[in-house]
Nanobody, 123 residues
Framework: QVQLVESGGGLVQAGGSLRLSCAAS????????KAWFRQAPGKEREFVAR????????YYAESVKGRFTISRDNAKNTVYLQMNSLKPEDTAVYYC????????????????WGQGTQVTVSS
């Protein structure tokens, strides 16, 4: 019903910046909580950031706080992750996710996931 497609990944040197985008199909996704996760080979999937539908609440993993900014453009059904001051340890496949109001608010569940986009940070 809802599809998420990430883009914007690539190779960047340490200290550089990238902006990831996640386009969602369906206008109903505008009221979904949106989030970014990442996973490096051999590591567990890690929460990165999330934002509510009205853009009044954001939350970040401690490892990215102050460097990454999550935002969304509901008119475009798109969520972004601005990544600044990138470090080699930020290297991972980044996934966007969306949770409907009931599933996320009650259970912290994300119902929809994108296919991922690779971010590689060289030292």
């Amino acid at each position: 019903q809802v599809q998420l497609v990430e883009s914007g990944g690539g190779l960047v040197q340490a200290g550089g910046s990238l902006r990831l985008s996640c386009a969602a199909s369906g206008r109903t996704s505008n009221v979904y909580t949106k989030a970014w996760f990442r996973q490096a080979p051999g590591k567990e999937r890690e929460f990165v950031a999330r934002i509510n539908w009205s853009r009044t609440s954001t939350y970040y993993a401690e490892s990215v706080k102050g460097r990454f900014t999550i935002s969304r453009d509901n008119a475009k059904n798109t969520v972004y992750l601005q990544m600044n001051s990138l470090k080699p340890e930020d290297t991972a496949v980044y996934y966007c996710a969306a949770g409907d109001p009931i599933s996320y608010n009650d259970n912290g569940r994300f119902d929809y996931w994108g296919q991922g986009t690779q971010v590689t940070v060289s030292s």
